[in-house]
């Protein structure tokens, strides 16, 4: 009989293992030497250590999930307990089973970790779900449909959470994408009848435009075009494939109409050049009359001087403001001394104005006599105060003296 330290062989050939509940046999090994067979099943030993041992290495490096790790050590376990192998099978047991402890823990480890990715996937969508109802309400046409894409994006690239709460934010989120779609669908419906009105609408007013290109009645054209402009811009938008050329033809006619009456003004200011000379040496005139010393000699001057600016005609348009301004100047001068003049010889101030005078007379000549009766009776106070009232009185009579002199 051939031994080992984990196995023997019988003579007969009977290879045996031995473990914790004693030796068992492994097998028969009839065509070899006892140390062949014994080297034979150390072999399916060292098999099954290597086994363990990768299987040690991936539970610990977390590379399995915990179910099948689970699985993977107890279908190891089963072929360990009824290996045909010589060696420390007990061991080997005892490896795998210390396994199950990390498996737990790792088991744990990922269901927490489920569990706070679930939670933050929860918050996330209740975020998209927020925003998208908030878009819903809004009128931001331009932005918020590229938006709501990424928001859907964005949950799509989220995991699921429980079904239920799931479902309901989804609902939510989908409802709120149906609404803004249908509001924005209503917008631009909204926006595309306006701007076919519009279209009608500016359509005529480049008609309008385009008949009145060739008037030479200046003034009154130049309002109806005016007119026209103001209607184009209530008008609106219309249609961007004919807004362009509308305009286009709108303002060219325009253009056409102010750029000949351009000509023609340019042409007026040349021929009115020579007016511009004469009143201005008819200003020179009038305003060597300010300032005024003889308000009749000058108001005689100004009228014969109007006569003749009226009658010399127009002159260009940037001299007309300057011209008339200087002019009004002059008449303003000579009747703002017409009114003085008035204002100091009006008989109903100048007769109030003696009255006050007399009025003021007569009081002081009271309070002089009341004066004198108080210093012969020696009354001091009485005194102080009478004379305080004659000085008041005798400023104001010196100032309604000099206003009667005014009107004199």
Known sequence: MTTSEWGRVAEDGTVYVRTADGERPVGQYPEGSPEEALAFYAKRYDELAGSVHLLEQRVNAAVVSPDEATESVRSLRAQVVDASAVGDLTSLVGRLDSLLPVISQQRQARRAERAEKAAAAKES???????????????????????????????????????????????????????YTRRRKAHFAEQNEKREGARVVKQRLVKEAEALVNSREWGPTTGAYRDLMRQWKAAGPAPRDVED????????????????????????????????????????????????????????????????????????????????????????????????????TDPEKSARADDMVAKLQEAIGKVESDLEKARTSGDEKRVTELEENLASRRAFLEMAEQASADYS
Not at 142 to 160: E, H, I, S
Not at 277 to 293: D, G, I
């Open 125 to 179: 969508k209740e975020r998209l779900v927020a925003e998208a109802e908030k878009l819903a309400e809004s009128n931001d046409w331009r932005n918020g449909a590229n938006r709501l894409r990424q928001l859907l994006d964005d949950w799509k690239a989220l995991p699921r959470i429980d079904r239920s709460a799931d479902d309901q934010l989804w609902h939510r989120f989908s409802t709120a994408r149906t609404s």
């Open 245 to 344: 050329e509308l305009w286009k033809r709108f303002r060219g006619a325009q253009d056409t109409f102010f750029g000949a009456r351009d000509e023609a003004m340019a042409a007026q200011d040349s021929e009115f050049a020579a007016n511009a000379e004469a009143k201005e040496k008819l200003l020179a005139e009038a305003e060597a009359l300010v300032p005024v010393t003889d308000v009749d000699a000058a108001k005689r001057a100004v009228r014969d001087i109007s006569e003749r600016w009226d009658a010399i005609g127009k002159v260009p348009r940037d001299q007309i403001r300057p011209l008339e301004d200087r002019m009004r100047a002059v008449e303003q001068a000579i009747r703002g001394i017409e009114e003085e003049k008035w204002r100091r």
